[in-house]
């Protein structure tokens, strides 16, 4: 049995380029994703900038053509999936977290590990050489349907489509090896005494997320073949002449929608932990949330048509994925009364983190409410297409990609980097960025109500959805946008200048349960030092009872 | 030391081979008997992938979960599959018909004698019901 | 490198590389079975390609599947040999094993070449696309288990990790049983 390595990398190249270190790597994905953010939202703003003032120089981009418009679109929608939310949420956040909660070294797999940063990395390098080829980046949307993503005489970039859909096959090839990663780890390594009812929620939806993420994206990978050939060589799998473009649909689809509860999964995973933190109380509910999300799961792979109700599928079928997508809601709002309930009564503690909790839960739930209008066929047929549908899914996404980021850095911050974060800074941010994030949307939701179809690049083409007051809406909500971005800034400053100022943090600083906080902050090589923990009881034992002098109870003492 | 272990795996290879030859043979004698090139071909290969992974793969001494998880992804494609089925199998329903047309490109056949007179022409009126 | 902790600890029971193989044949399962669901539907959409399907060489394709089963049961000798610690054994069959794929490109090498030589390639039409494909991706796979077994055949014979001699062999198994299914579905069927 060979030796454990207790010395750690020792030089720059090994310690930071090429770690092994699962902190490390974690490090290295929330970067990465955070500096994508910063690519989508640039993108966001030019768009919107477009639409706001149309044909006006966008300042800091220039004009924005018709085909610019398309492209900034399709990447703006694919980099905050694919390049921040999924990134940040399972990669980072998985790395970092798993091994340090359940109480062991490092993940089973490190160089695997690696590899997976490396091929994201390379798919980013993709993404990025799709904007500067001949004819520019891909402009199909994010969906890509074909016949307009197969032909280079419809979508006009003949190298930006087929390096769009490479990349994102280089950024799914990276999640599947990280997935085994996780998923691996935490079935085997767990600290001894852990049992299943003992993992802390926020690693349960890492690893469903991997899961679902793992069946669900192989039709799609299948298609991607299918498609980049169709792309590259001519073949016709999806062309009208000889195969089917509908099929596309269903493969991108049948991933797509298991997909966003791969994202949102681990959201309400970090969301659970830090209110059972910041309300000195027990989850309510562990089993129930744990088997509700096994039915979430599940279930997800039922209602993927709803996506597809006005493209020409069999009525029967949309009915079918009418009533299981209503369905699916029940889980859902499960989860989000459990976390209400577990609020209920406890001693609340309003720090940063806390605040972005409940964001996510007020937003979240505004979110799926306007869900059930899409996912009625028949009120579906108007709504399709419009800007209703797409303030709905930011008003998920939003709460998941960044309410939900905001939350676990603010919360994890202090185990990072050993430091504390500013509390006024953040609240600043917090208001800015949620009172802003509001202002953008709802007007989205009058705007699709009256009619304004999505990814139309002038309204002035189209003078029934030109009105002086649709028009204002649509200014107020860049303008809000641009207020959103702004209040990143305090952001951006408290979390660069905390790690090198901030106050120093002791390893526990809020008082938590989890093994994670046994840790020093940061935590060193080899997390524990040589004696890794036990585990002796459940992840939320606040204000126990049996326990006088405490109202925690952390996970590794044995009395 | 190829004892006892060794000789079942022997005997399960000459049973795949038995099975293998049976899979093979008889859709080539019979190639008009749908149900038996089916049974044959399809059948056997179902038998002979579930005798790979219990005996080779060593699965049936193996914890079920594993035999849980790789029936639960076959499930979920078969499920695909059955989804599916309306939409893409089918050139035509109740009230309405496809109107792809498939146009068998010209001279890409080779030596095929069925050279370019293979139009799937489907209707290109709308029906109305 | 050392393995870290995490990677001896067994909680499941099943040992740590073991239970990623198997995930990774779960993934595998849907990818294969992703692309073998679109070509069954276009299958039964399109009743015209029982005569493209019977242009493939059945004869190649039954030998491909001898090829590969009888490497299936070396690699699984090679299994049992290396759990009785019989390094040299273990090397012997995997490199026969690697030899049994060689066998099967070969053999699908010259068959590419002879759709190639009457004119038909992967654009001729979606029948060909879905063969090529298929068939190109479970060779690629092929290579790809070719390139491990060669790798740790020489950790086995210098007495290291021996237990990945049972993981590449599952994996071996796996693309022996792709194959099982490609072989009715591109070749037997008409």
């Known amino acids: 049995m060979s030796d454990h390595d207790h010395h750690g990398p020792t030089n720059f190249w090994s310690k930071y380029v090429f770690p092994l270190d699962h902190k490390v790597i974690a490090m290295q994905y929330l970067f990465t994703g955070m500096f994508m953010a910063l690519v989508g939202g640039f993108m966001a703003y030019a768009f919107r900038m477009q639409l706001a003032f149309p044909g006006e120089a966008v300042p800091g981009f220039g004009t924005v053509s018709p085909q610019n418009y398309n492209s900034l679109i399709t990447n703006h929608g694919s980099i905050m999936i694919f390049w921040v939310a999924m990134p940040v949420l399972i990669a980072a956040l998985g790395n970092f977290l798993i091994p340090l909660m359940i109480g062991c070294d490092d993940m089973v797999f490190p160089r695997l590990n690696r590899l997976s940063y490396q091929v994201f990395l390379l798919s980013i390098v993709v993404l990025f050489a799709s904007f500067f080829v001949q004819g520019g980046g891909f402009g199909g949307a994010w969906t890509s349907y074909p016949p307009l993503s197969n032909n280079a005489d419809y979508n006009l970039t003949p190298l930006g489509a087929p390096l769009w859909l490479l990349a994102i096959a280089l950024e799914i090839v990276a999640f599947l090896l990280g997935g085994i990663n996780f998923i691996t780890t935490v079935m085997n390594s767990r600290a001894p005494g852990m049992k299943m009812y003992d993992i802390p929620m926020v690693i349960w939806m890492i690893v469903i997320a991997c899961i679902l993420f793992m069946a669900s994206v192989g039709p799609l990978i299948a298609g991607s073949i299918m498609l980049l050939f169709d792309q590259t060589i001519g073949t016709k799998f999806f062309t009208v002449e000889g195969g089917d473009p509908l099929l596309w649909q269903h493969l991108f689809w049948f991933f797509g929608h298991p997909e966003v509860y791969v994202v949102v999964l681990p959201a309400m995973g970090v969301v659970i932990e830090i209110i059972c933190t910041f309300s000195r109380k027990k989850l309510f509910g562990y089993k129930g949330i744990l088997y509700t999300t096994f039915a979430t799961g599940i279930l997800s792979f039922f209602v993927w048509a709803h996506h597809q109700f006005v493209s020409g599928i069999d009525p029967r079928m949309a009915n079918i994925f009418s009533v299981t997508t209503l369905l699916i809601s029940i889980p859902i709002g499960e989860m989000m009364f459990a976390m209400i309930a577990t609020l209920y009564g406890g001693a609340i503690q309003l720090k940063t983190p806390m605040l972005w909790a409940l964001a996510f839960i007020a937003e979240f739930l505004l979110g799926g409410v306007t869900g059930i209008y899409l996912g009625a066929s028949g009120t579906d047929i108007y709504f399709h297409d419009t800007y209703f549908v797409l303030a709905h899914f930011h008003y998920t996404f939003f709460p998941i990609a960044i309410i939900g980021t905001f939350a676990a850095v603010y919360y994890w911050f202090p185990k990072m980097f050993g430091r504390m974060m500013d509390e006024t800074l953040g609240k600043i941010h917090f208001w800015g960025t949620i009172i802003s994030f509001n202002c953008i949307f709802i007007p989205l939701f009058f705007l699709g109500m009256a009619g304004q179809h999505r990814r139309i690049y002038d309204y002035r083409n189209f003078p029934d959805l030109n009105t002086p007051e649709m028009q204002d809406w649509r200014i107020f909500a860049t303008i809000s946008l641009i207020c959103l971005l702004v209040f990143q800034l305090p952001f951006l400053y408290n979390f660069f200048i905390s790690m090198f100022r901030g106050e120093k943090a002791p390893a526990n600083p809020w008082n938590s349960n989890t093994l994670e906080w046994l840790a020093p902050s940061p935590p060193p090589h080899g997390n524990f030092g040589p004696n890794l923990p036990d585990c002796y009881r459940g992840p939320y034992e606040y204000s126990h009872p049996d326990r006088k002098d405490s109202d925690y109870w952390p996970q590794n003492e044995p009395n | ?129 | 490198m050392d393995s870290p902790i995490a990677t001896s600890r067994t909680r499941t029971g099943i040992s740590t590389g073991l239970l990623a193989v198997y995930w990774l044949m779960a993934s595998e399962i849907v990818i294969f079975g992703g692309l073998l669901v679109c070509y069954l539907l276009f299958r039964q959409r399109n009743p015209e390609w029982a005569e493209f399907a019977a242009l493939t060489n059945v004869h190649l394709g039954a030998l491909n599947t001898f090829v590969l089963l009888t490497s299936s049961l070396c690699v699984v000798l090679a299994h049992h040999a290396a759990e009785n610690k019989q390094t040299d054994k273990a090397f012997k069959l995997l490199w026969v094993t690697i030899f049994g794929g060689l066998i099967f490109l070969c053999v699908k090498s010259y068959e590419y070449y002879s759709k190639f030589s009457h004119g038909i390639d992967i654009t001729t039409n979606p029948f060909w696309g879905f063969y090529f494909i298929a068939t190109g991706i479970h060779g690629l796979h092929v290579i790809a288990g070719m390139v491990c077994m060669a790798v740790v055949s020489f950790q086995a014979k210098a007495g290291q990790h021996l237990n990945r001699v049972e993981l590449v062999g599952i994996y071996w198994h796996f693309v022996d049983i792709v194959w099982i299914f490609l072989f009715p579905l591109l070749y037997i069927a008409k």
């Open chain 2, 1 to 129: 030391m190829s004892g006892h272990s060794t000789q079942k795996y022997f005997k399960v290879y000459f049973a795949l081979v038995i099975l293998f030859l049976i899979s093979y043979i008889v859709p080539e004698m019979m190639p008009d008997n749908k149900v038996m090139v089916l049974l044959s071909a399809f059948g056997i290969a179902i038998v002979k992938a579930l005798m790979v992974c219990a005996y080779f793969m060593h699965l049936n001494t193996e914890r079920k979960f594993v035999w849980y998880l790789l029936i639960s992804c076959l499930t979920m494609m078969y499920l695909f599959y059955i989804a599916l089925v309306p939409d893409i199998m089918r050139k035509e329903g109740h009230n309405w018909k496809s109107h792809i047309e498939v146009v068998m490109p010209e001279n890409h056949h080779g030596h095929d004698d069925h050279h370019g007179d293979k139009h799937e022409n489907t209707e290109h009126h709308e029906e109305k019901n």
